[in-house]
T-cell receptor, first 110, second 114 residues
Framework: NAGVTQTPKFRILKIGQSMTLQCAQD?????MYWYRQDPGMGLKLIYY???????DKGEVPNGYNVSRSTTEDFPLRLELAAPSQTSVYFC?????????FGPGTRLTVT | AQSVSQHNHHVILSEAASLELGCNYS??????LFWYVQYPGQHLQLLLK??????LVKGIKGFEAEFIKSKFSFNLRKPSVQWSDTAEYFC????????????FGRGTSLIVHP
């Protein structure tokens, strides 16, 4: 039982490139979330999903897209990377406020 | 919309000192409250939670938190910190009758000197 897994762990992108951050869970949880964490700023919710086929915007969705075709997977897509998207990205699952986080992806856009 | 305030952004302590980290929230209804910890280079992990019942909640590694409804507070305490407690601590609040998504505070960075 791996819980929440994220790939890759690290990535460097050039401005304008695109990439997909992968998130997978094996806990059969309906609710999944993507956060970004910047130093001193806490966690900002990017997108979330309440089940397969259902996604919604969080606090900072601009520049990102998501899909949820299965319960297990919740990928986050960056289409045109910008330096402002340099951050650590965490995927999480859970409801009623209690969340379980993946190990994170550290993304640098130069 | 609810908000969460963590007034201490950086705390530096020596080992064996006592710790109290403040957390205040701005929602007037029934809430669920959480403290998460993030050790250097790692992801957030749940430290303790409050849903109902005894307002003094005990968590892992000797941490506890007290919910004081009249003060809208959920402060985290530990009587004697260790070097291994060096981490970032996040308070989170969710309105129990509303959205399942918690609101996180901005975090408190704790450094414990050996």
């Amino acid at each position: 039982n791996a819980g929440v897994t994220q790939t890759p762990k690290f990535r460097i992108l050039k401005i304008g490139q695109s990439m997909t951050l992968q998130c997978a869970q094996d806990m059969n949880h309906n609710y999944m979330y993507w956060y970004r964490q910047d130093p001193g700023m806490g966690l900002k919710l990017i997108y979330y999903s309440v089940g397969a086929g259902i996604t919604d915007k969080g606090e900072v969705p601009n520049g990102y897209n998501v899909s949820r075709s299965t319960t297990e997977d919740f990928p986050l897509r960056l289409e045109l990377a910008a330096p402002s998207q340099t951050s650590v990205y965490f995927c999480a699952i859970g409801d009623r406020g209690e969340q379980y986080f993946g190990p994170g992806t550290r993304l640098t856009v130069t | 919309a609810q908000s969460v305030s963590q007034h201490n952004h950086h705390v530096i302590l020596s080992e064996a000192a006592s710790l109290e980290l403040g957390c205040n929230y701005s929602y007037g209804g029934t809430v669920n409250l959480f403290w998460y910890v993030q050790y250097p280079g790692q992801h957030l992990q749940l430290l303790l939670k409050y849903f109902s019942g005894d307002p003094l909640v005990k968590g892992i590694k000797g941490f506890e938190a007290e919910f004081i409804k009249s003060k809208f507070s959920f402060n985290l305490r530990k009587p004697s910190v260790q070097w291994s407690d060096t981490a970032e601590y996040f308070c989170a609040v969710r309105s129990s009758g509303g959205s399942y998504i918690p609101t996180f505070g901005r975090g408190t960075s704790l450094i414990v000197h050996p």
